[in-house]
T-cell receptor, first 113, second 109 residues
Framework: EAQVTQNPRYLITVTGKKLTVTCSQN?????MSWYRQDPGLGLRQIYY???????DKGDVPEGYKVSRKEKRNFPLILESPSPNQTSLYFC????????????FGPGTRLTVT | EDQVTQSPEALRLQEGESSSLNCSYT??????LFWYRQDPGKGPEFLFT???AGEEKEKERLKATLTKKESFLHITAPKPEDSATYLC??????????FGPGTSLSVIP
């Protein structure tokens, strides 16, 4: 089954404690992306990657890092989380060879206290 | 600055009552406009990609159209299972994707 997986699905942490949210896709897509979704602000792009070792900032990259060492994986790293990073996070991959349909993961709900 | 707005913010329909959702965009050099459906607590689900003004796409009770400034998602004879938030997004360069705030649709039996 074609899918994007994220782990963990839920995470409660404290300010300053480094964390990583993993993302993996099994569709051999070159493009992957991270979004955060907040009430009233909608989905905002954090980082995206057009291919292995190629990453670029979206609209809200501050406080986040990413890496793309393998085509299938695109982890999101929060080196020093703060309460304003409490949000619902989605990873996605795009079929750039088709209708540019974007496949989203199930989401990670992060709470930083 | 590239921007996407959607209206109405929320829409309540009786089952079978057709209507349209609007997505207005400001982007330099539109390469693609996308519609997604999002159920509570889940990731968005892809519906359509539109590339140029005049283009139309259909899927079951949904039909998406595109002009140079906006897109419409027409819902014909909706059913309760069509209740969801509908998101519009645009890309100008096939890298950054900008989403609108969404329209929350409720279809009452």
């Amino acid at each position: 089954e074609a899918q994007v997986t994220q782990n963990p699905r839920y995470l409660i942490t404290v300010t300053g404690k480094k964390l990583t949210v993993t993302c993996s896709q099994n569709m051999n897509h070159e493009y992957m992306s991270w979004y955060r979704q907040d009430p009233g602000l909608g989905l905002r792009q954090i980082y995206y990657s057009m291919n292995v070792e190629v990453t670029d900032k979206g609209d809200v990259p501050e406080g986040y890092k990413v890496s793309r060492k393998e085509k299938r994986n695109f982890p999101l790293i929060l080196e020093s989380p703060s309460p304003n990073q409490t949000s619902l996070y989605f990873c996605a991959s795009i079929n750039t060879g088709g209708a540019y349909e974007q496949y989203f993961g199930p989401g990670t709900r992060l709470t930083v206290t | 600055e590239d921007q996407v707005t959607q209206s109405p913010e929320a829409l309540r329909l009786q089952e079978g009552e057709s209507s349209s959702l609007n997505c207005s965009y400001t982007v330099s050099g539109l390469r693609g406009l996308f519609w997604y459906r999002q159920d509570p607590g889940k990731g968005p689900e892809f519906l359509f990609t539109l590339y140029s003004a005049g283009e139309e796409k259909e899927k079951e009770r949904l039909k998406a159209t595109l002009t140079k400034k906006e897109s419409f998602l027409h819902i014909t004879a909706p059913k309760p299972e069509d209740s969801a938030t509908y998101l519009c997004a645009v890309t100008a360069s096939y890298d950054k994707v900008i989403f609108g705030p969404g329209t929350s649709l409720s279809v009452i039996p």
